[in-house]
């Protein structure tokens, strides 16, 4: 009765202009989508279509499958495929591949070398702009063929339980400290963009001859980050050189691990993202690049091992410390030319008689 009464006080003129304020209101909130919208959900329904997307990466082992069971998640039509490698097979397999017109490859995410940008010249990477490219900084786009969805930075971890009577290591030349003699673990440089890139620091900082130095320590090296970690935790080693991938998950979990950014300085590794010429899943490839920029992949990123670059800071790791509070932080893709990094491999291949 209350209701019916205030509707009846209304004049009809007055009734006029309230549902007319209210059509207005209707019309800004049904407002036309955007033809970038409309491009986009065209994208997304050609890749529910293509059904699977192919992902060659050089993540974080143990965490690959956790990030993809997010992204099936948001996107169930498509099923997912992946390669996972170190920086440098990855990246000559995919050059093998796409110059013998084997196109099996959707998306690639690895540390970028020389290699990979003249191969963007040569036609390996489409040129297109996702959607969430607007929400970051001009920095992580590069010709809008690449785009970098996560940073690494190098450090050094130990096992709490095995350091005995000693100091935890603080700095690079510690790796090379008699007391750490058979008990010091890290990723050989011939496999890892990243390590080649510590190694040209670690000259460039006045340690002569690294290679040597570890090798008459009995370095022990490990394939990749995930095995580097599981190696320390099991007590294979005690101490180890780490691209800091996964680090941050099992410090959440609990895993007897210390870790220190050298005052000395590390470098950072940037993970750059393309979708590859010729993908046989297009769209699909597009739609997952897109994805992992979005605030929900960067924070999957950082779950499943990584740190993310999403300026709004999502899913920072909660046991490390941000970037910008590590002392003398240098880009390590700045350290190598073609000609440097080619001279640290053969260096340490040759040290340790690596064929």
């Not at 397999?93 to 110059?99: I, K, L, S, V, Y």
């Not at 490219?133 to 096992?159: D, G």
């Not at 002569?208 to 394939?223: C, G, I, S, T, W």
């Amino acid at each position: 009765m209350l209701k019916e009464q205030a509707t009846n006080a209304v004049p009809r003129r007055g009734k006029a202009i309230v549902f007319s304020a209210l059509f207005s209101s209707l019309t800004l909130l049904a407002a036309p989508v955007s033809a970038q919208e409309a491009d986009w959900a065209t994208v997304e329904e050609a890749a529910r279509k293509e059904g699977t997307v192919v992902f060659y990466s050089n993540l974080q082992p143990n965490g690959i499958e956790g990030l993809l069971a997010e992204f099936r998640a948001a996107y169930p039509e498509i099923a997912t495929e992946q390669i996972r490698l170190g920086s440098n097979p990855l990246i000559e397999r995919f050059e093998t591949e796409f110059n013998a017109s084997r196109h099996l490859a959707d998306v690639v995410v690895t540390y970028a070398d020389e290699r990979v940008y003249k191969g963007a010249e040569n036609g390996w990477i489409e040129t297109w702009t996702p959607p969430e490219l607007a929400n970051y900084p001009e920095a992580v786009n590069y010709k809008n063929q690449m785009f970098t969805i996560q940073e690494t930075r190098e450090a050094i971890i130990w096992n709490t339980g095995l350091l005995g009577s000693n100091p935890p290591p603080s700095e690079w030349k510690d790796l090379m400290d008699p007391i750490w003699k058979g008990k010091v673990g890290m990723n050989p440089p011939w496999r890892s963009l990243a390590i080649q890139q510590i190694a040209a620091y670690w000259e460039d900082i006045g340690i002569e001859d690294p290679a040597a130095a570890l090798k008459a320590n009995d370095v022990r090296f490990f394939e990749g980050s995930g095995g580097i970690i599981q190696a320390v935790i099991r007590g294979d080693v005690a101490v180890a050189e780490l691209s800091d991938i996964p680090l941050n998950p099992l410090l959440e979990e609990g895993a007897p691990l210390g870790f220190v950014y050298p005052e000395s300085g590390t470098t950072t590794s940037a993970s750059r993202i393309f979708v590859a010429k010729n993908a046989p899943h297009p769209n699909a490839a597009k739609v997952l690049t897109n994805w992992l920029m979005t605030e929900e992949g960067q924070t999957a990123l950082v779950k499943f091992g990584g740190l993310s670059v999403n300026p709004s800071g999502c899913g920072r790791p909660a046991m490390l410390p941000a970037t910008f509070r590590l002392k003398n932080v240098v880009d390590g893709e700045s350290l190598l030319t073609p000609e440097r990094q080619a001279q640290i491999v053969n260096h340490w291949r040759t040290v340790f008689e690596i064929q």
